[in-house]
């Protein structure tokens, strides 16, 4: 995602802490100044770490995990330089401070945009280094020696020399009166311990054993149980319930309301809620949403589509290239609306009392959190605790808090703390679904078949105007043509431009990748549309257009090679390729599938090349892309959310379904490393997915798909 950048003096407060403790600015000279040691003996470094007398360290991450590993691998930037081991950490998710821990790719205490190693890079190095630095200056000025002839080794200091040690917890409150340094010399790679190893993840011991905790498993002391039900149509209301009928079920408490387009029941136990919900026999009344289809949505998006958009990009004359050309090529292209559907379905445990209130959840955004209960509760946010919890999936729905929002709503209604699950049928049938896209695409080949013009105009709903009004560039989302606006290709002409479109009676939210998820499909599959009207072999094609891209040639020329390109095949069979930059990251992916005589499609094999530059734990990134791969292809062969009379009609796996065990491709990666600095990764895997498959589809059976999922009948009688 695309946000305006802080200042750069915001960002180097985020790295600073009040109060006691020792003090470590990151590069903030105009506040190195020692500070007041703790009574507790515990130090704070700065906002990242703690200190306590035994040694022990605890490492506060301001990003939060969602099964993606950012645990670990922000654990290893700081403990790289800090000289510690992963099994000498501890990690807490920080609490809400926009401050102390903002993101400062996203503006936001967030994580989201695969943007966590981006933004932590050199701020937690920098942390680590000068606690470590401070740390050593202390040790030598307690032995009256040079601090260079002392070195530190797994949260131990060391002078050879004498062969004198002490530990950090020892000195750290020594430490506190050093002053701190303005330039930190931070690590040669060559010099790295812990970066580019393939660490194991510290979460995983807890998340075997039972003892993690995640938003769903939270456990307070008088806890009772609510499920909920919402209006099935965006806008409407509560017209009827059965209270008494619901009250009739043993174990029921109570019946409450959240205006009138939430109502929830609240029991001893969450069955006993979900069959007072059933029970109550709520219906609703429509609103003015009611008439929404999903051809009623696509009629307008066709529509809107036809008029000039804001534009993201112009270099030459593109229509006129384009008019031109030998050859000429448009298409349209379609992407359905998509689900999160995490595994753990949307929850919220909240107790709320007249003067304090205490969230335990699972979020992406802890401040936007916090902020949900003290709107719901006019308290101010000192007494609004939130213990943010493991996620057991998230997808980008965890950076929306409407959830949270009804469960304050309903929470302060009762005097003891309320869990509140939503079903799965109520997950999937009020989510902030990815947007869906129209985009219409048209190019121009010389008589050589060589590209001469290019444009692409994207029409679909602005996530960023609702969620991050601010990141928008004079009415442009970035985030609505990333992946389009810039691709990996030198082209002479090119036109991107953007018609924002927000559907009726739909909320729109980030979906593990958002622009670059819709428009790498479209990109890449109109290229290979182009090599095929150019009889070009789809690699030959792109090459050509790829000189002044070392990177993304580098990895799409590894991509075909460990794939076998251009290697025989069985009938029926084929490869189709796809070429990213995304994130920050090049990838490239060769999926090979079968489409059989009755149109089924069979996934045989994926190969990704990568290059994330800086690679912090690349057992991560392998897991991330397999992971995300998987998501994608699933998605790409399955997913969409209907509409008719303004309701979702999908309501649970067995009609919003995930790719299966069986289903699944073998999957290659290999990673390309260098010394640049890091790109994204968490979502590159789902961006290559369906690029990659729809050009593997055509190339299996001649078949061009335009329009996702591709296995919705489609391909029947190919």
Request: glycine letters at 12%; one cysteine or more; aromatic letters at 6%.
């Amino acid at each position: 995602m695309g946000h305006d950048m802080p200042s750069r003096r915001l960002l180097l407060q985020a790295g600073l802490i009040a109060g006691g403790g020792l003090m470590i600015g990151v590069r903030l000279p105009s506040l190195a100044r020692a500070a007041d040691p703790d009574p507790s003996g515990t130090f704070a470094p700065n906002a990242f770490l703690r200190i306590d007398p035994h040694g022990a360290i605890t490492f506060i991450l301001p990003h939060t995990e969602v099964g993606q590993g950012i645990y670990t691998s922000v654990a290893m930037l700081i403990g790289e330089e800090l000289e510690v081991g992963l099994d000498q950490i501890q990690v807490q998710p920080a609490p809400p401070d926009i401050v102390r821990y903002i993101d400062p790719l996203l503006g936001d205490q967030a994580t989201g945009g695969s943007a966590s190693i981006r933004a932590d890079w050199m701020r937690m190095r920098q942390a680590g280094a000068t606690a470590r630095v401070m740390l050593i200056g202390a040790a030598a000025k307690r032995w009256g020696v040079d601090p260079a002839a002392c070195r530190a080794e797994r949260g131990v200091v060391h002078h050879d020399a004498s062969g004198r040690t002490i530990g950090y917890g020892d000195v750290a409150s020594d430490a506190a009166a050093q002053p701190v340094p303005h330039d930190v010399k931070l690590k040669e790679p060559g010099q790295f311990k812990l970066i580019g190893t393939s660490a194991k993840r510290i979460d995983t011991p807890s998340k075997v054993d039972g003892t993690a905790v995640f938003g769903i498993d939270a456990k307070v002391p008088g806890m009772k149980f609510g499920t909920l039900a919402i209006t099935p149509v965006k806008g409407g209301k509560l017209r009827y319930m059965d209270e008494a009928a619901a009250r009739r079920v043993p174990g029921v408490l109570a019946v409450v309301r959240a205006g009138d387009e939430a109502v929830a029941v609240i029991g001893e136990h969450f069955w006993a809620a979900k069959q007072g919900l059933d029970a109550l026999g709520v219906t609703w009344d429509s609103g003015p949403n009611g008439h929404v289809t999903l051809g009623s949505l696509i009629a307008s998006m066709d529509q809107a589509s036809q008029k000039q958009g804001l534009v993201a990009k112009q270099e030459g004359d593109a229509a006129g290239a384009i008019n031109g050309a030998a050859t000429k090529l448009s298409a349209v292209y379609q992407l359905p609306f998509l689900s999160h559907s995490p595994m753990e379905p949307l929850n919220c445990t909240l107790n709320i009392q007249p003067d304090r209130a205490e969230i335990w959840v699972g979020t992406q955004v802890p401040v936007r959190a916090q902020k949900a209960v003290m709107d719901a509760t006019g308290l101010p946010a000192e007494k609004v605790t939130v213990n943010n919890l493991y996620m057991g999936g998230a997808f980008g729905r965890r950076l929306d808090i409407d959830s949270i929002a009804v469960a304050a709503v309903i929470a302060k209604q009762v005097n003891y703390p309320v869990k509140l699950v939503w079903t799965r049928e109520e997950d999937l049938q009020h989510d902030y679904y990815r947007p869906y896209y129209y985009d219409r695409v048209a190019a121009g080949l010389d008589a050589s078949g060589k590209l001469v013009g290019w444009t692409h105009r994207v029409t679909g709903s602005s996530v960023m105007a609702r969620w991050a009004p601010k990141g928008l560039k004079h009415g442009l989302d970035p985030d609505a043509v990333e992946g389009a606006a810039e691709t990996p290709y030198d082209v002479p002409a090119t036109l991107v431009d953007y018609v924002r479109h927000e559907p009726d009676g739909m909320n729109t939210g980030w979906w593990r990748g958002v622009g670059p998820t819709h428009n790498v499909f479209v990109v890449e599959s109109f290229v290979d549309e182009l090599a095929a009207a150019a009889k070009q072999d789809p690699v030959v094609f792109r090459r050509a257009l790829m000189q002044k891209n070392p990177r993304a040639l580098a990895v799409m020329n590894l991509a075909a090679e460990k794939a076998g390109w251009g290697g025989k095949l069985p009938a029926n069979t084929g490869r189709g390729i796809s070429v990213q930059f995304a994130f920050g990251t090049y990838l490239s992916c060769v999926l090979e599938v079968e489409v059989s005589p009755p149109g089924e499609i069979l996934l045989h094999r994926a190969v990704v090349a990568v290059d994330c530059g800086s690679t912090v734990n690349p057992d991560t990134v392998r897991a991330q892309i397999e992971g995300g791969l998987i998501l994608g292809l699933g998605t790409a062969m399955y997913n969409e959310i209907t509409l008719d009379a303004g309701a979702v009609q999908q309501s649970n796996f067995h009609d919003y379904r995930t790719l299966r065990m069986n289903e699944a491709p073998k999957i290659e990666i290999y990673q390309i490393r260098n010394n640049e600095r890091p790109g994204g990764i968490g979502e590159t895997g789902t961006v290559a997915a369906a690029p990659s498959l729809g050009n593997a589809i055509f190339a299996a059976s001649g078949r061009r798909l335009r329009r996702l999922p591709f296995g919705n009948g489609q391909l029947q009688g190919a």
